[in-house]
């Protein structure tokens, strides 16, 4: 094992304060009907990481997506004024699977839905830090979200996130964050399409976001989704300067979130370039 990954893995089992990204394809199925298992499962894992001590914020995409699921709709919609009616009618549902998820394990849920604008200007950026602090000392787990119904949601602007790894990334410096997890439909980073390339394999470990990884790491998700291999190795980039760790993995794996804490060597691991700043 390099130093850098000692590093990486000593920074992940060390952390307090974590941030978890979930993609559209880890929460529901294709159908845009929520995935019970997984989202049980990853209620179970969170409240588990709060019971030993550690703080954690969750970042979910799939507004849309349950949206789509909900009204019984055959595919997503194309015109943004629909979008963001579906959205509205999604996000109610995903908080109240999430609150009664998060219910049975005794763990109350707060909802926080962000635009860019509100990130970017200082004043309303610090009211976004304290409301999450102030939720992070009473035991509460923040849930965050674009605000698709005043975003216009994956038409990139100057009040637009574009997709949700971007956002948990300036989520995970909002709140200081010693880690970001993202989960995905892919185990990981690969040095090729492994749904092109079966021959491709897992990177274990980056230390650098170079041009040629993102140039091989794929395009789009999911079709329910927005992001993609790229979007989310971009994210990671943002962080590394932070001395913010990050670890991209599988959403639906058994444990995911255990092993992955537990050091394990699973997903791919970035490693952050500098000491952490406050």
Known sequence: MSEEEKLGRNLISEAKRVVI????????YPNG??????????ARAIADLMN?????VLVTSGAIGVGVGCLDLPERP???????????VGQCELMNVYSRCFAEYTRVVAQILLTKDGIDDPVTRNNIS???????EKGILPIVNENDTVSTAEMPHAGTFGDNDTLSALVARVVN??????LSDVDGVYDSNPRENPDAKRISVVTSVTDD???RAGGAGSALGTGGMQTK??????LMDHGIAGVIAEGSQSQILEDILDGEDIGTLFVPNTAKKA
């Open 130 to 136: 304290n409301t999450m602090e102030a939720l992070l």
């Open 177 to 182: 964050a010693d880690l970001l997890i993202i």
């Open 52 to 56: 030993s001590g550690r703080e954690v």
């Open 21 to 28: 990204k979930v993609g559209t394809s880890t929460i529901t």
């Open 78 to 88: 194309s015109e943004m004024r629909d979008k963001q009616a579906v959205a509205a």
């Open 233 to 238: 190795i971009l994210a990671m980039s943002m």
């Open 213 to 215: 990884l993102i140039g």
């Open 33 to 42: 009907r929520m995935n019970m298992r997984n989202m049980d499962r990853l």
